[in-house]
């Protein structure tokens, strides 16, 4: 059973009726959700309090409930988003992970951050981002605007943050594979400006696989008063 599926039969034992989300963004498998926001409608009068503990009691150990709040019934989880942030880790080590065998990109050989930062920078801006979309991308544009990106070292982990406006299927784990290919030494610094300005995916690198990918924020009007990122999207929470 997928996570909408048990978020879904969590909160409607809470509200004793059946319950239907909609979420801000669909994750692939086997790509973690650090944060996500959901709307539903409902009858049900329950605290804010009483909805997250609720929730919270019915679903399974690895999904919990961080925050309830009531909203205009203009509100949208996906449509009124006015941004999103993905971080992509890699363990960056010659020995393989343990515990976070599936939370990292394992990369053994040695990446150089700063070479991944000066590449990353022309993605920044907005672009027709077709060299990074999936084959079975259903967007109906590859025009995204992409607001930041940061590539930083934190001890053996290198961390790249991407925000943007919204995101094309894989765009995130194909700029991955491209920095990651630049970060090593293969590709020259300017690879990522070259693929980005050929429009065509089958430029690109490979597709870093999925493990490492965390959605980590989804930005809403301040005046809604909602949750935006956690503290540290770099772990599992």
């Known amino acids: ?141 590859p025009m995204r605007n992409v607001h930041k990106i940061d590539v930083e070292r934190i001890g053996e982990r290198i961390v790249l943050t991407v925000c943007a406006n919204a995101f094309l299927h894989h765009m995130v784990r194909n700029i991955a594979g491209v920095l990651i290919a630049i970060g090593t030494g293969e590709r020259p610094t300017g690879w990522a400006a070259t693929v980005l300005e050929a429009r065509d995916r089958t430029k690109g690198g490979v597709t870093a696989p999925p493990g490492g990918l965390y959605l980590a924020g989804i930005r809403y009007t301040p005046s809604l008063g909602l949750p935006s990122e956690p503290s540290d999207p770099t772990m599992p929470l």
């Open 1 to 141: 059973m997928g996570v909408q599926a048990v978020v879904e039969a969590a909160l409607s034992t809470v509200a004793d009726h059946p319950v239907e989300v909609t979420a801000a963004g669909r994750t692939d498998a086997g790509v973690h959700a650090a944060i996500q926001v959901v709307h539903f409608d409902t009858q049900a009068v329950r605290t804010e309090r009483g909805w997250v503990l609720g929730a919270t009691t019915n679903l399974p150990p690895q999904v919990s409930a961080l925050w309830a709040r009531e909203v205009p019934e203009a509100f949208h989880a996906r449509y009124s988003a006015l941004a999103r942030t993905y971080r992509y880790v890699i363990l960056n080590r010659t020995p393989r992970p343990a515990l976070a065998a599936d939370r990292v990109c394992w990369i053994r050989d040695p990446l150089d951050e700063n070479r991944m930062r000066t590449a990353a920078a022309p993605l920044v801006g907005e672009h027709d981002f077709s060299s990074f979309r999936a084959a079975e991308c259903q967007a109906r544009t």
